[in-house]
């Protein structure tokens, strides 16, 4: 498959930069290919798309407050996408700024040196310090604003800090997040209140939850003019054994397994192909994937030539179209026609069996 293959024309006003009023009150798309029928629904009535004994799992990360607006000695600016925490004062981050070098130390605050420059690393990534040894989660909670995605700008500078516009902080999270890892939220799940779960709960839909830690990879472009040349990003997870009893004892009174999300849809399928409950995963799911714990999925509209399009493009294809992409391709026109915003604070869609 061609990059070209994954392109598509999107209006710029479709792009959604702001959430909705309130989380339930985006639109719903629901299609089962095999029949081509789609539905123009609420998301606040997903549970009317569901059955009783279906599995809903939904991941549990937490965004953390990676962005921090920096400055050198120079009094340049610099801006940092913290990733992940290495432990003994290390993180890996993504660094924007003029003449970095190792050793450079960034300002945060009033004028305390607080991060280090250690090692610029092959994929543009730093290996990064923290000088005062407080602990990276504690620098971010105190420095640091949403990783909103690059298209939405509109973070400001108060006293050296970065700040947030007030709706964000609530609404860049879900209601559930627990563990603090992700530097993007896990979109498909932004939507939910808390009377779409208790909808689900007087329905009889049970849920599980299970960790993926989403990175700047959801971010990244695909890298080569042939898809499956692509080096997929890595990113953490974890899935519990009583997610996995409950996987089980659905599947054995014939209930279906919805993938609340792409990165829980990631988790499934490479649980599927390894057996791994924990670790990292690069697993890159395009047309052609046989999906092992997938059964439906739920999930936003995704950018043109992304690694998440070809993932329901291979899901399509798994639902029963020869042509997946074509298919999803097909119906992001329709949505596009029907003015459904896309991409993380956007609506959503509901590929069914």
Known sequence: MKLTDLDFTLPERLIAKHPTS?????????????????????????ADHLKAGDLLILNDTKVVPARLLAKKETGGPAEVLWLE??????AHGMVGG????PGTPLFLGEGVARIELVERKSDGQWLMRD?????????????GAAPLPPYIRRMRRTAGEAVDVESDIERYQTIWAKHDGAVAAPTASLHFDDKVISSLNVNGIERATLTLHVGAGTFLPISSDEVGE??????????????????????ERG???IAGGTTVCRVLEAYGATGAQSGETDIFIQPGHKFIWTDALLTNFHTPK???LALVAAFAQHLGVDDGLEYVKTLYGEAIAERYRFY??????LWLP
Do not use: C
Not at 133 to 142: F, K
């Open 22 to 46: 309130k989380r339930a009150a985006s639109r719903l798309l629901v299609t089962q290919p095999d029949s081509g029928v789609t539905h123009h629904a609420k998301f606040r009535r997903l």
């Open 230 to 251: 692509h080096n997929m990003h890595s990113e953490r997870f974890e899935l519990p054994d009583e997610t996995i009893v409950a996987m089980k004892k659905t599947r």
């Open 98 to 101: 003029r003449r970095l070098r």
């Open 255 to 257: 209930g279906r397994i």
């Open 131 to 143: 000088l005062q040894s407080t602990g990276w989660l504690e620098l971010l909670a105190e420095f």
């Open 344 to 349: 993380s604070y956007g609506d959503s869609s």
């Open 85 to 90: 925490d290495l432990g003994d004062g290390l």
């Open 306 to 308: 992304s690694t998440l």
